[in-house]
Nanobody, 121 residues
Framework: QVQLVESGGGLVQAGGSLRLSCAAS????????MNWYRQAPGKEREFVAA???????NYADSVKGRFTISRDNAKNTLYLQMNSLKPEDTAVYIC???????????????WGQGTQVTVSS
């Protein structure tokens, strides 16, 4: 019923910027929050940023001041603007929608497949 597809990943030099998108297909009635996570090879999945249905935001300390999460409800799209990128930001970035209410389900979570971000030194 709902699918999440990330885009916008790629290769960028340290200090550069990148904007990730997460497009949600399917009719969404409401949601509790949408989040970005990232996972580097051999590392556990790490929380990056969140935005609630009321537009409150939360960031991991490692990205605070550099990343900005936002969404466009009319387009069912989540964004992550990443500035001042560091090599440590290299990871697969994964979109998550929490507590989604759709035509078929209530309070269901969805995950995208991820998009690769590589930051060179």
């Amino acid at each position: 019923q709902v699918q999440l597809v990330e885009s916008g990943g790629g290769l960028v030099q340290a200090g550069g910027s990148l904007r990730l998108s997460c497009a949600a297909s399917g009719r969404i009635f409401s949601f509790n929050a949408m989040n970005w996570y990232r996972q580097a090879p051999g590392k556990e999945r790490e929380f990056v940023a969140a935005i609630t249905s009321g537009s409150s935001t939360n960031y991991a300390d490692s990205v605070k001041g550099r990343f900005t999460i936002s969404r466009d409800n009319a387009k069912n799209t989540l964004y992550l603007q990443m500035n001042s990128l560091k090599p440590e930001d290299t990871a697969v970035y994964i979109c998550n929608a929490l507590g989604v209410r759709s035509a078929l389900y209530s309070r269901r979570d969805y995950w995208g497949q991820g998009t690769q971000v590589t930051v060179s030194s």
